[in-house]
C-alpha cells in the first residue's frame, strides 16, 4: 500500500467523503494521484464510490468492511 493510500484511509475514517475533502485534507496530493489512489483502493476493495447524485454528478467514497479492519493498523 502506497503512501497516500494510508493517509486517505485515514482521512475516511476521519469522516472525508468526497474527493474535494480528500484535497482539503492532503494539501500536497494532486488531483491526478488523488485520482488514482482512489481507484486503486476500489479496485482491491477497501473502498466504495456511491454516486449520490447524477445532476451535478456527486459521488462519495466510503470504507468497506475489508476497509474498516485495517482501522488498528492504521492507529
Known amino acids: 500500500m502506497r503512501r497516500w493510500s494510508i493517509l486517505i484511509l485515514k482521512d475516511l475514517f476521519m469522516g472525508a467523503k468526497t474527493f474535494n475533502d480528500f484535497l482539503k485534507m492532503n494539501d500536497r496530493i494532486s488531483g491526478k494521484v488523488l485520482s488514482d489512489q482512489l481507484k486503486n483502493l476500489e479496485k482491491y476493495g477497501y473502498i466504495k464510490k456511491?454516486?449520490?447524485?447524477?445532476?451535478?454528478?456527486?459521488a462519495e467514497y466510503q470504507l468497506t468492511k475489508q476497509g474498516k479492519d485495517l482501522k488498528k493498523v492504521i492507529y
Open 50 to 58: 456511491v454516486v449520490v447524485s447524477t445532476t451535478p454528478l456527486k
